[in-house]
């Protein structure tokens, strides 16, 4: 196991298109955490998932986000009709029960024209 | 929600100076704070940590206070080196969610 793994790593898309990143956590990891992150900001929180349960999603999210976990493993992150302020890097993260530790991946950097 | 402020925003050192960190969280429950460092175009990666049982913690050039009371936790960088220019960000941990400051840039200068 590498590490948290994330593609595509680089996305460029047209306004109003869909995309799809996908993040694979370290295996025995429980929690996978989603977030944005754009120059010089911190990570802002968007969502989090405990196994396949997403447990809270950021209400700065509007209803064009959506994540999902389907068996506790991946996790994918879909952002539907995109709009230039969606432009950011997407950081996923995981972490086990017992140290809170994150553990980033590399992200996914989404440019929209 | 929990809010984390952090300051500075930037912060320039000569190389073998201390720097300081400074952050505040508004939310009493949290009781975690990690430290990560990124450095540019790379990933955030956890230098450090401190739980609210505990007030202060070392490793090496590196140490964490926390004052509960105030809700203010630092981080100390001695003997600074090259190698500690990047980002770090605080952060505060309650139920699991983590929360980030917005991030200082230190400058170790040669």
Redesign the interface.
């Known amino acids: 196991d590498t590490g948290v793994s994330q593609n595509p790593r680089h996305k460029i898309t047209k306004r109003g298109q869909n995309v799809t990143f996908r993040c694979d956590p370290i295996s025995e990891h429980n929690r996978l955490y989603w977030y944005r992150q754009t120059l010089g900001q911190g990570p802002e929180f968007l969502t989090y998932f405990q196994n396949e349960a997403q447990l809270e999603k950021s209400r700065l999210l509007s209803d064009r986000f959506s994540a999902e976990r389907p068996k506790g493993s991946f996790s994918t992150l879909e952002i539907q009709r995109t709009e230039q302020g969606d432009s950011a890097m997407y950081l996923c993260a995981s972490s086990d029960s017992n140290t809170g530790e994150l553990f980033f991946g590399e992200g996914s950097r989404l440019t929209v024209l | 929600?929990e809010n984390?402020e952090?300051h500075p925003s930037t912060l320039s050192v000569q190389e073998g100076d201390s720097a300081v960190i400074k952050c505040t969280y508004s939310d009493s429950a949290s009781n975690?704070f990690?430290w990560?460092k990124q450095e540019l175009g790379?990933?955030?990666?956890?230098i450090i940590?401190i739980r609210s049982n505990v007030g202060e913690k070392k490793d090496q050039r590196i140490a964490v206070t926390l004052n509960k009371t105030a809700k203010h936790f630092s981080l100390h960088i001695t003997e600074t080196q090259p190698e500690d220019s990047a980002v770090y960000?605080c952060a505060a941990?309650k139920d699991?969610?983590?929360?980030?400051?917005?991030?200082t840039k230190l400058q170790v200068i040669p």
């Open positions: 929600g984390v952090q975690y990690p990560y790379k990933r955030p990666q956890l940590d960000f941990s699991q969610k983590v929360t980030f400051g917005i991030g």
